[in-house]
């Protein structure tokens, strides 16, 4: 079991800033144990620029990131999931599909960036705060030694991660 890839799903109802944060960071920071994905609800079609430019600011690559429907994770021949991960409150209150895998899934909300109106220093600084906030709870989520816990434990300790 070491040796497992673990597939993980960020939702967000546009997938246009949290998701897509979320990606990038699980990406980069789970290389060779995670592959992330993103998707919306109802997706906006469009990545947040200021999303694309606080990953450059972690040193993360910002090219590739697409807004797109989580219907294509539960497709038929989709990669089986093994977490779903909702980052804001309006994708946890949605149904949602029915996902391949029958992944362990958490709520890690966090404020939408994307509604924040101010100047583009203040903007910037509200998506560097979220960024924060979701590679904190991901870091978490690295930490736990996933080979040695059951699948109950893993579930319980991921829902709580999404509280801090």
């Known amino acids: 079991m070491r040796d497992k890839v673990y597939n993980v799903l960020f939702i967000c109802t546009h ?3 949290r998701s897509i944060l979320a990606e990038g960071l699980l990406n980069s920071m789970g290389k060779g144990r995670f592959v992330a994905h993103s998707a919306g609800s109802h997706p906006s079609g469009t990545v947040n620029p200021f999303a694309l430019k606080t990953l450059v600011r972690l040193q993360i690559p910002s090219d590739g990131y697409r807004s797109k429907n989580w219907e294509e994770f539960a497709e038929p021949g989709a990669a089986e999931l093994d977490f779903v ?3 804001c409150d309006n994708a946890a209150g949605e149904v949602c599909p ?3 895998g029958q992944p362990m899934t958490a709520h890690w909300g966090v404020p939408d960036p994307s509604a924040f109106a101010g100047t583009d220093e203040q903007k910037a600084k509200v998506f560097w705060d ?3 906030t ?3 709870r991901i870091e978490l989520m690295l930490a736990l030694p996933m080979h040695s816990l059951d699948k109950m434990a893993i579930q319980r300790e991921i829902k709580d991660i999404g509280t801090r």
Do not use: Q
């Open 85 to 87: 991960f909702t980052v």
């Open 98 to 100: 029915v996902w391949p």
């Open 134 to 136: 979701l590679k904190r």
């Open 15 to 17: 997938n246009s800033a």
């Open 130 to 132: 979220t960024a924060v």
